[in-house]
Antibody, heavy 117, light 112 residues
Framework: EVQLLDSGGLSVQPGGSLRLSCTVS????????MSWVRQAPGKGLEWVSS????????HYEDSVKGRFTISRDDPRGKAYLQMNSLRVEDTAIYYC??????????WGQGTLVTVSS | DIVMTQTPLSAPVTLGQSASISCRSS???????????LSWIHQRPGQPPRLLIY???RRVSGVPDRFSGSGAGTDFTLKISRVELEDVGIYYC?????????FGQGTRVEIK
């Protein structure tokens, strides 16, 4: 069974950077496409980014293109989301998860990113 | 982008009665491999999202059979039979047939 632990969320100023981490256990990370989804306060779920297996193709939501970079380290069982040039509107809980094309896809508990001056 | 539209946005229901949520996509969700990647997700307040159903109608292990998914192409339905208190929260449909992955707006299920 996949278990996911998101971490790295902090409060930062606009223009700042953060790197979120996702630790995967219980399965072989290399078997999965990994994704990040976020939820702004009081809002719905929004897909952010995905990365294919074996450092495969990366996909990004339009508003984060050029600012966020998704990556993975399969031997360490980790996925990452590097977030640069953060904006107030990036404030959200970020959930890492297995991509929704996988059966029984799932998400971690989430990590809170607050962008505020 | 594939737009996912849910109705209703709010579904008050009496305990023990049924609730039904509709999800319509702006284009067919049938992938070129023939699989339809439509999922239903439940989120309780302050909790992370939890997958209920994937590939239209396949229940995740541990999800009660009171939850059922149906549909094809662009029209999908989640039915909750015999609603219990633990079923309150927001339900989302989500497509993973194409990028960007997209979610419906969410339907709030509450007890009357």
């Amino acid at each position: 069974e996949v278990q996911l632990l998101d971490s790295g969320g902090l409060s930062v100023q606009p223009g700042g950077s953060l790197r979120l981490s996702c630790t995967v256990s219980g399965v072989r990370l290399s078997d999965y496409v990994m994704s990040w989804v976020r939820q702004a306060p009081g809002k719905g779920l929004e897909w952010v980014s995905s990365i294919g297996q074996s450092r495969g193709q990366e996909h990004y939501e339009d508003s984060v293109k050029g600012r966020f970079t998704i990556s993975r380290d399969d031997p360490r069982g980790k996925a990452y989301l590097q977030m640069n040039s953060l904006r107030v509107e990036d404030t959200a809980i970020y959930y890492c998860g297995t991509d929704a094309q996988h059966d029984s896809h799932t998400w971690g508990q989430g990590t809170l990113v607050t962008v505020s001056s | 982008d594939i737009v996912m539209t849910q109705t209703p946005l709010s579904a008050p229901v009496t305990l023990g009665q049924s609730a039904s949520i509709s999800c319509r996509s702006s284009q067919s969700l049938v992938h070129r491999n023939g699989i339809t990647y439509l999922s239903w997700i439940h989120q309780r307040p302050g909790q992370p999202p939890r997958l209920l159903i994937y590939k239209i109608s396949r229940r995740v292990s541990g999800v009660p059979d009171r939850f059922s998914g149906s549909g094809a192409g662009t029209d999908f339905t989640l039915k909750i039979s015999r609603v219990e208190l633990e079923d309150v929260g927001i339900y989302y449909c989500m497509q993973a047939t194409d990028f960007p992955r997209t979610f419906g707006q969410g339907t709030r299920v509450e007890i009357k």
